[in-house]
């Protein structure tokens, strides 16, 4: 936070916290979303409850659509074409 970043990324914040301190983490978030910084924590599907309250975009990530070098992406047009909108 010292750097003042317009955006932070923060994965499953609350694994393994108390309840109380899920509740903190919440707040903080919301906070930091009023200060005008872009918050995205990812979280795992046994938070959606909170992720529901807390969170203003959703992804679902699952399947692994390419695994390679830039190169190999570089050269695989239909993956491209289709999951990277080029």
Request: glycine share 6%.
């Amino acid at each position: 936070m010292m750097g003042n970043p317009a955006l932070i990324i923060i994965d499953q914040p609350t694994e393994g916290l108390a309840p109380k301190i899920v509740d903190w983490v919440k707040s903080y978030l919301l906070l930091l979303k009023q200060k005008g910084l872009a918050v995205r924590p990812l979280n795992k599907s046994s938070r959606l409850p909170w992720a529901y309250r807390t969170v203003w975009r959703s992804w679902v990530m699952g399947k692994l659509f390419f695994e390679g070098t830039p190169q190999d992406l570089n050269d695989q047009e239909g993956v491209k074409k289709k999951w990277l909108e080029v």
